[in-house]
Every structure is written in structure tokens, then in C-alpha cells.
């Protein structure tokens, strides 16, 4: 059978691959997936169940439920410090598919996308599968793995048309502070689309809701592209999207706790076992050193860390060449396999 050539060109991720052989060991200590541990807060759940049984389970509008798009407006303007109206909001199936739905509305074939290095791999894979030319820029540890405005400037042609920033990073765990952000929204004036997710803040990663805020001038594009993939979005979905948005937080506050506090675990125990690993300031992922005691050998020290330690963590590889001397971990583990899983990354960096 023949095959769409950029589709049969997608690279695997490098994280599934590890993820597929950890799920073969009962005994793993999982810290290459990034996944909360925490179930959804009830009154979430509650909600989605309530809608689906008062009928709330047909087609709805593909950009969203008129309410839910209010109060993601208004929670722009409160969290986000600017004005988006209820119309330039659209609600995704994950953070994941808006951004894949943005980059087939603003770009076209050919065109070139500058990516960080080291990324997320499907931003990728999306990039390929549209048949856009990405375009690596480097997060490197003389810049605090952030973004630097002067080397994206040296990467435009005539053919960049989409800059992606990711803050928090994932995987390096970095956050662009506010006046980094205000230069790099200058380098691309009046068209900033910003994708969010309620998958990690509401622990909500399987329910696959997200949302873009975009000027007012594309929200007709991405709403068709959205209705040629998804349609829209699940109803019930949307009503526990609502109830996470208005309802109580203080679940998100005791989440939040709990990722500083274990954070602040890792760092700590990385120290004492002689791991490299710049603290954190976002997300919840670390990303440790290991290339002076492994040069070159990323992908080869995960499989060896699962194989011979039990201990699941993704190579930096799978984020993009500059991933090469790293691995990532991610700090949604409980505490007790947190801990123990870096007494072993330690050990078998270190040889201690």
C-alpha cells in the first residue's frame, strides 16, 4: 500500500520507546513520562457526569460551549495579563491538537518553523506531517536554556513563518520571565497564538481539553481546521473543563505543593548523589547531566538505567540533538519511588 511520504517519515518518540519498555516491567520506577499521580478533583469529574446525564452528550458549536469560553477569557486577562475576547478563544482536543490545528492555519508547505532545541518531539512530527521545515534553535545552558531573541534573529529567512516558544519547557523545566516574553512577542507583533491545556494544573491528562487564545483575525481559520480533524470537542468534557475553570482550586493548590515539595526533593537529592541538574523553575521536569561520565550515549544509558536499575527516564535525544548528554525525569512520581529512583540515576551516573 502506498503511504503519505511524510508520514511514513515521522520519527518514534524516543519517551513512548522508553515508556513501551518500562510498561514490560511491573517493578519500574517510572520517571520518564510525564502524568500526574493525582486523580481528577471529584467535583471535575462530577460535573462531566452530570451534563452527560441532563443530555449534554451531542454535537456542540467546534470552538466550544459559549460559557466555558467566557470564563477561559476571563481567565486569560486574570492569569495570563491580557485581553482576549470570548470569540478568539478555542477550545481543543488538548493542548497538543490546538497547536497542531495553529501551526495548519498559519503556515503552508514548505514554509519554515523555528523550534527549540531540545523540544517536545511532536512538535516534530506535527511539522513534518504538515510538510513544514523546522527549523532548530538552541536552549543551551549559557542562556538558562531559554529562548535568546539575537540567535532567532540570525535563523529568519524569507521563509519563517511560525517561531514556537515553550514555557514551561518541557523537557528542561525552565520558565521565560516576563520581560524575555515581551521580546519575544516584539520579534513577532500582533500575532502571538497561545495554546494552554487543562492536563497537568487539573490533572486531567487523559480527558484531552485544551484551549488557543488568537487574534481575531484567524479564529475562523482555526475553527475549520479544528472541525476537519475533531469536530469538536466532548461535551461532557467541556462541563468538567467549566467546573475545573470556576470551581474550587484548592486541589491545584495541594497539586502545586506537592510538585515544589518533591521538586525540591529532587534537587536536593541530585546534589548529594553528585548529579548535574539545574533546579527546575516550571513544569515538572528535570533535566540532569550525565555527558561527561556518558559522552554521546543518551539514548543507551536510558535502556541500560531501565534494564539494569528498574528506572524509567527519557534521553535527552528524544528532544532533539542538544538533548545529547542528558535525560529527563519527571517528578510526578510519588515519593517514596521519587527518591529511590534518583539514588539509582545517581549511581549509575556517577559509579558510585
Known amino acids: 500500500m502506498r503511504l503519505n511520504e511524510a508520514a511514513a517519515r515521522l520519527p518514534g518518540s524516543g519517551i513512548r520507546e522508553i515508556m513501551e519498555l ?6 519500574a520506577i517510572r ?6 499521580d493525582f486523580d481528577t478533583p471529584p467535583h471535575v469529574a462530577e460535573a462531566a457526569a452530570r451534563a452527560a446525564a441532563d443530555g449534554a452528550t451531542h454535537y456542540a ?5 459559549p460559557p466555558l469560553r467566557v470564563a477561559l477569557a476571563e481567565k486569560v486577562l486574570a492569569r495570563n495579563g491580557f485581553a482576549v475576547a470570548p470569540e478568539q478563544v478555542v477550545v ?23 523550534v527549540p532545541d531540545p523540544a517536545w518531539p511532536n512538535y516534530l512530527m506535527m511539522t513534518g506531517l504538515l510538510g513544514l521545515d523546522a527549523v532548530r534553535y538552541p536552549l543551551t545552558a549559557d542562556t538558562g536554556f531559554l529562548p535568546d531573541v539575537d540567535r532567532l534573529a540570525e535563523l529568519v529567512t524569507p521563509r519563517t513563518r511560525v517561531l514556537l516558544v515553550n514555557s514551561p519547557s518541557n523537557p528542561v523545566g525552565t520558565v521565560a520571565d516576563r520581560d524575555r516574553i515581551a521580546a ?6 500582533e500575532r502571538v497564538v497561545s495554546a494552554y491545556s487543562f492536563s497537568k494544573t487539573y490533572a486531567m ?15 475562523g481559520v482555526v475553527a475549520k481546521c479544528q472541525e476537519t480533524v475533531v469536530a469538536c470537542v466532548s461535551t461532557p468534557t467541556r462541563h468538567a473543563a467549566l467546573a475545573a475553570l470556576t470551581g474550587p482550586q484548592d486541589r491545584v493548590a495541594e497539586m502545586r505543593a506537592a510538585y515544589r515539595s518533591r521538586r525540591d526533593l529532587v534537587v536536593a537529592l541530585a546534589e548529594e548523589g553528585g548529579l548535574e541538574l539545574p533546579t527546575p523553575t516550571g ?29 524509567a527516564v527519557a534521553p535527552g535525544t528524544a528532544f532533539g540533538p ?13 515519593g517514596e519511588d521519587l527518591a529511590e529512583g534518583v539514588r539509582r540515576l545517581a549511581l549509575a551516573v556517577t559509579g558510585a
Open 61 to 65: 458549536s467546534t470552538v466550544g460551549i
Open 322 to 334: 542538544a538533548g545529547e548528554g542528558y535525560v529527563r525525569l519527571s517528578p510526578a512520581a510519588a
Open 31 to 36: 520517571l520518564e513520562i510525564g502524568d500526574p
Open 205 to 219: 491528562t487523559g480527558w484531552r481539553i485544551g484551549y488557543l487564545a488568537v487574534p481575531a483575525g484567524i479564529a
Open 184 to 189: 519575544l512577542a516584539e520579534f513577532a507583533p
Open 283 to 311: 513544569a515538572f521536569y528535570g533535566w540532569v547531566d550525565i555527558g561527561r561520565s556518558h559522552p554521546g550515549a543518551a539514548h543507551e544509558f536510558a535502556v541500560d538505567l531501565l534494564a539494569r536499575h528498574g528506572v
Open 22 to 27: 518500562a510498561l514490560r516491567r511491573p517493578d
Open 92 to 114: 481543543t482536543q488538548g493542548a497538543t491538537q490546538g497547536i497542531f490545528t495553529a501551526l495548519a492555519a498559519l503556515a503552508n508547505r514548505g514554509d519554515e518553523v523555528l
